[in-house]
């Protein structure tokens, strides 16, 4: 039998992770014949809700992945100890009248803390995934408070995008979203994110074609498309009343899976990952890329042809993340 693996999942108790730690135990980010010991933290005020969580997981007997234990806890220290993979969903939100330094400055520092610990009790070559929000910039906090994490193993979650923008395509094409592939998201996971089609394809039955050419409206994937996908968040939360969360745990596992196991031959995914100054977009910021992944490590697609309409956006996006990290850098002072 596999060696259990430790998944760390922050913010158990929240929306996302109510969705996300039973997909978790049943195999759905690491195939159903890898045990996993779960490690849910959350803060103290949650605690008890928490522990609710930890008795429905325990009292479902088909987790059978889950025998060897699940630790729920709002201690951090015993949370991250021994963790290989660390999925970061606890953070806190932006509450209505509140300045935006005032939101960052309250993820900044659960940041800092919340690397530190991962630095001195996580396994050797823990894989983090950061989703709360700002999920890139508090994924380059933690990286820069955890320097013996390979900065290659810390990213954040632009997966979900990437799927809206999948399921876009597919709807107006109407074929099988699995038949469509390689569409991009560049940049920040939000309103400013460029999902890109370029190089997006179908698979028809005459073969593979561009989903430009399919579409031919130009109109529609330079505008509307774009939109949607960019406000797609916004719109979940004004019709559920509450922000995505089974998506955004399902994109969560995606993002794990494609990382751990690799990417099917041909295909890329989007993944918030370290520039190294790729397609102009300056190095040190967390941005999302085309990646594929191999022997679980990612690595930016290269060589794609960017043209003027793109390049605005990609420009755009990272931009905002210079700001967004000029920000966070005032609020460690
Ligand atoms: P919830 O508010 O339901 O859950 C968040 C949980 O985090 C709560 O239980 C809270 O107690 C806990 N928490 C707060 N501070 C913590 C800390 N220091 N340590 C551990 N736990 C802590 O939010 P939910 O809807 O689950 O969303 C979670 C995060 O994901 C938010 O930041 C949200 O903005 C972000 N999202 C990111 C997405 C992405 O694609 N990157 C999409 C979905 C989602 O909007």
């Given at each position: 039998?596999k060696?259990?693996?430790?998944?760390?999942?922050?913010?158990?108790?929240?929306?996302?992770?109510?969705?996300?730690?039973?997909?978790?135990a049943?195999?759905?980010?690491?195939?159903?014949?890898?045990?996993?010991i779960?490690?849910?933290?959350?803060?103290?005020?949650?605690?008890?809700a928490?522990?609710?969580?930890?008795?429905?997981?325990?009292?479902?007997?088909?987790?059978?992945l889950?025998?060897?234990?699940?630790?729920?806890?709002?201690?951090?220290?015993?949370?991250?100890l021994?963790?290989?993979?660390?999925?970061?969903?606890?953070?806190f939100?932006?509450?209505?009248?509140?300045?935006?330094?005032d939101?960052?400055?309250?993820?900044?520092?659960?940041?800092?803390?919340?690397?530190?610990?991962?630095?001195?009790?996580?396994?050797?070559?823990?894989?983090?995934?950061?989703?709360?929000?700002?999920?890139?910039?508090?994924?380059?906090?933690?990286k820069?408070?955890?320097?013996?994490?390979?900065?290659?193993n810390?990213?954040?979650?632009t997966?979900?995008d990437?799927?809206?923008?999948?399921?876009?395509v597919s709807?107006?094409?109407?074929v099988?979203?699995?038949?469509?592939?390689?569409?991009?998201?560049?940049?920040?996971?939000?309103?400013?994110?460029?999902?890109?089609?370029?190089?997006?394809?179908?698979?028809?039955s005459?073969?593979?074609?561009?989903?430009?050419?399919?579409v031919a409206?130009?109109?529609?994937?330079?505008?509307?498309?774009?939109?949607t996908?960019?406000?797609?968040?916004?719109?979940?939360?004004?019709?559920?009343?509450?922000?995505?969360?089974?998506?955004?745990?399902?994109?969560?596992?995606d993002?794990?899976?494609?990382?751990?196991?690799?990417?099917?031959?041909?295909?890329?995914?989007?993944?918030?990952?370290y520039s190294?100054?790729?397609?102009d977009?300056p190095?040190?910021?967390?941005?999302?890329?085309?990646?594929?992944c191999?022997?679980?490590?990612?690595?930016?697609?290269?060589?794609?042809s960017?043209d003027?309409?793109s390049?605005?956006?990609l420009?755009?996006?990272?931009?905002?993340?210079?700001?967004?990290?000029?920000?966070a850098?005032?609020?460690?002072?």
């Amino acid at each position: 039998a596999k060696d259990p693996v430790h998944v760390l999942v922050t913010g158990a108790a929240g929306q996302i992770g109510y969705a996300l730690v039973p997909m978790i135990a049943r195999g759905v980010m690491l195939g159903a014949d890898q045990p996993v010991i779960l490690h849910m933290l959350d803060i103290p005020l949650a605690a008890e809700a928490l522990n609710g969580v930890k008795m429905e997981l325990i009292s479902n007997n088909q987790n059978i992945l889950l025998r060897p234990g699940v630790v729920a806890t709002t201690d951090v220290v015993e949370a991250c100890l021994g963790v290989n993979i660390a999925v970061m969903v606890g953070g806190f939100p932006r509450k209505e009248g509140m300045e935006r330094k005032d939101v960052m400055s309250k993820n900044v520092s659960i940041y800092k803390s919340q690397a530190s610990a991962l630095e001195s009790h996580a396994a050797a070559n823990c894989k983090v995934l950061v989703v709360a929000n700002p999920a890139n910039t508090n994924a380059l906090i933690l990286k820069e408070f955890a320097p013996s994490i390979p900065e290659k193993n810390i990213s954040c979650l632009t997966r979900l995008d990437h799927n809206r923008a999948l399921g876009q395509v597919s709807e107006r094409l109407s074929v099988q979203v699995s038949d469509v592939k390689n569409v991009i998201i560049w940049g920040n996971h939000s309103s400013t994110q460029y999902p890109d089609v370029t190089h997006a394809t179908v698979k028809t039955s005459v073969g593979k074609k561009a989903v430009k050419e399919l579409v031919a409206d130009d109109a529609w994937l330079n505008g509307e498309f774009i939109s949607t996908v960019q406000q797609r968040g916004a719109a979940i939360i004004k019709a559920r009343k509450f922000s995505s969360a089974l998506s955004a745990a399902s994109s969560a596992c995606d993002h794990i899976r494609d990382w751990v196991v690799g990417t099917p031959e041909g295909t890329w995914v989007s993944m918030g990952v370290y520039s190294d100054g790729s397609y102009d977009v300056p190095a040190g910021l967390i941005y999302s890329f085309p990646v594929t992944c191999k022997n679980g490590e990612w690595s930016i697609v290269q060589g794609l042809s960017i043209d003027e309409f793109s390049r605005s956006k990609l420009d755009k996006t990272a931009e905002e993340l210079s700001e967004e990290k000029a920000l966070a850098y005032s609020c460690l002072v």
